[in-house]
């Protein structure tokens, strides 16, 4: 009986905050799911919420819920790795993303800056 091996190729990407930013540099992702996150070691407390983009070089778009109501939050830990998670599968449609370290107040999205330069890991299949 011969012995079949499946391959599979993953990806990573870094994602970076600058010192004193709210907001990242982008991921463009080719589509590829989006299977597991590494946090930077240090992170100013925050939310961390999502912008996305049709397109490679298109323009960035707050991510709402499934309703429409809701600004899509991601509550983590610092130095930590997490798995897919039905917060990154909603990036899975989009061509890139970018990340807003903030909070929501009253349905309005409100920016916190990072003390330091922060950097996210971000792996994708495919």
Request: net charge positive; proline share 2%.
């Amino acid at each position: 009986m011969a012995i079949t091996g499946i391959t599979r190729n993953f990806h990573s990407a870094s994602v970076q905050f600058g010192a004193a930013a709210s907001l990242s540099g982008s991921m463009a992702h080719a589509g590829r799911p989006i299977i597991g996150m590494i946090a930077p070691q240090s992170w100013t407390a925050a939310c961390l919420l999502f912008e996305v983009a049709a397109c490679t070089g298109g323009t960035f778009h707050k991510l709402y819920s499934d309703n429409g109501n809701f600004l899509v939050q991601m509550n983590f830990s610092a130095s930590r790795a997490y798995a897919a998670s039905s917060v990154l599968d909603k990036l899975a449609p989009f061509a890139a993303f970018r990340l807003v370290s903030g909070s929501v107040n009253s349905g309005t999205l409100q920016g916190i800056q990072q003390a330091s330069a922060r950097s996210f890991v971000f792996f994708t299949e495919g």
